[in-house]
């Protein structure tokens, strides 16, 4: 099983172009999760889905967008990126019930100049 | 907003030494995570703590979940090398959701 995949692994924006992070899994997990990593202040949430055809906000949603395609795969769309989105950004998946432990990508690595 | 504050933000230890993180939320939990992330990786869980008071342990490493169930520790017992990386805590307060608030995380190094 390849787990969680995200692609693409880098990536450099000008500020004001668009990009979409994919992420698919194939552990059949309902939940799916977009974090971004910035240094000494953890992983936040951006966005959340709880199952498929359902997303929710996180802590850090603004200037994001995402996409539940299907039970697999959650997108996540920058519309206009912006220097403070230089990120790490990781993709995440989950089962519901006693035990939601998170299965994580690789993670982008993205720069907007 | 819900917060959840990890202490040390760095540990330097020599190897054999003994290393503690703490974790403190703002609000109770529902149930508290421990991930590990080497240098250049991805989060790896570790653990899942639920209970009021519980103890697992994992090899050397302990981990507890308070009273209040608002904070945690863990605790490696005489490190070694591979030990190396960020430990972070991360807490649901919504009830097994999966949404978690993580903590800054606490970098190890360990001298050889």
């Known amino acids: 099983n390849a787990g969680v995949t995200q692609t693409p692994k880098f990536q450099v924006l000008k500020t004001g172009q668009s990009m979409t992070l994919q992420c698919a899994q194939d552990?059949?997990?309902?939940?799916m999760y977009w974090y971004r990593q910035d240094p000494g202040m953890g992983l936040r949430l951006i966005y959340y889905?709880?199952?498929?055809?359902?997303?929710d906000k996180g802590e850090v949603p603004n200037g994001y967008n995402v996409s539940r395609l299907n039970k697999r795969e959650f997108s996540l769309r920058l519309e206009s990126a912006a220097p403070s989105q230089t990120s790490v950004y990781f993709c995440?998946?989950?089962?519901?019930?006693?035990?939601?432990?998170?299965?994580f990508g690789q993670g982008t690595r993205l720069t907007v100049v | 907003g819900q917060q959840v504050m990890q202490i040390p933000q760095y540990q330097h230890v020599q190897e054999g030494e003994d290393f503690t993180t703490y974790c403190n939320s703002s609000?109770?939990?529902?149930?508290i995570q421990w991930y590990k992330q080497r240098p250049g990786g991805h989060p790896v869980f570790l653990i899942q703590?639920?209970?009021?008071?519980e103890v697992k342990k994992q090899k050397r490493l302990t981990f507890q979940f308070g009273e209040a169930k608002k904070n945690s520790s863990l605790h490696i017992t005489a490190t070694q090398t591979t030990d190396v990386g960020t430990y972070f805590c991360?807490?649901?307060?919504?009830?097994?959701?999966?949404?978690?608030?993580f903590g800054q995380g606490t970098t190890l190094q360990v001298k050889p």
């Open positions: 995440a998946s989950s089962e519901q019930g006693e035990v939601t432990e998170a299965f």
């Open positions: 552990m059949n997990h309902n939940s």
């Open positions: 889905s709880a199952s498929e055809g359902t997303t």
């Open positions: 609000t109770t939990l529902s149930n």
């Open positions: 703590l639920v209970k009021s008071g």
């Open positions: 991360a807490g649901d307060p919504s009830g097994n959701t999966g949404k978690l608030i």
